[in-house]
């Protein structure tokens, strides 16, 4: 399966609203997420933008119940709705940068250390000011609020390059590539629905040697 690549457009910093509606998202197409595994069949779709201090990401899921109830920041939300973000800036490390956000707006953004055998999150130390991700959600057709039945979602959210610190090539520059991925967990069958911007991962979408590939333009 071939590795999809992201031309990554350059953008001056704006504020993250949770519903796309600023006028830098316009010059930036979407990208289909593919399902994975499940039986789900919602459409779900994602943008991506960089400044010089980070980056931006827009996601729209179609959805008809919003199944999550978890509250507060830092819980297992990936075992309810869910997006998540994979970044490896740098491939010769087996580190890398998760981000995950609800419809609920809340969020888990753990920094992962993956062997072929297992893995491990830990969260991230003075996450305040300018390390911190701004995020914003975004319901449509109904309230934003656990077990609401609506027609859709989108998150909004900019993760600044002072909280990758540490890792190889960060920031990046104009012709830079990073890994990534971009997934969706949805529960609306009573199971998981599963769907990635890299299928390749497949619903082990911690296999980073099958994200796709960012490219800063």
């Known amino acids: 399966m071939t590795s999809p690549r992201f031309e ?18 316009a010059r930036c197409p979407w990208c289909d997420l593919t399902r994975v595994a499940g039986t789900g069949s919602y459409s779900t779709r994602a943008k991506v933008l960089w400044s010089d201090t980070g980056l931006y990401f827009l996601t729209d899921s179609e959805d008809r119940h919003l199944t999550c109830t978890l509250l507060e920041d830092n819980a297992n939300i990936f075992t309810e709705d869910v997006i998540e973000v994979f970044l490896q800036p740098d491939e010769s490390q087996r580190v890398y940068f998760e981000y995950e956000i609800s419809p609920l707006n809340v969020e888990l953004p753990i920094m992962v250390s993956r062997s072929q055998q297992s893995f491990h999150g830990w969260l991230p ?16 057709g109904g309230e934003r609020a656990s077990h609401a039945d609506v027609t859709g979602w989108s998150a909004e959210f900019y993760i600044p390059f002072a ?4 890792l190889g090539n960060t920031p990046p520059e104009r012709g830079s590539t990073w890994r990534a991925n971009i997934y969706r967990i949805d529960y609306d069958t009573g199971r998981s629905t599963q769907w990635a911007w890299a299928p390749a991962t497949g619903s082990m979408f911690h296999d980073y040697w099958n994200f796709g590939t960012f490219v800063f333009k």
């Open 8 to 25: 990554i457009q350059h953008v001056d910093d704006f504020e993250v609203t949770g519903d796309g509606s600023h006028l830098s998202w």
């Open 163 to 166: 909280l990758l610190a540490g």
């Open 125 to 140: 130390w003075h996450y305040t000011a300018g390390r911190r991700v701004q995020r914003a959600t975004h319901v449509r």
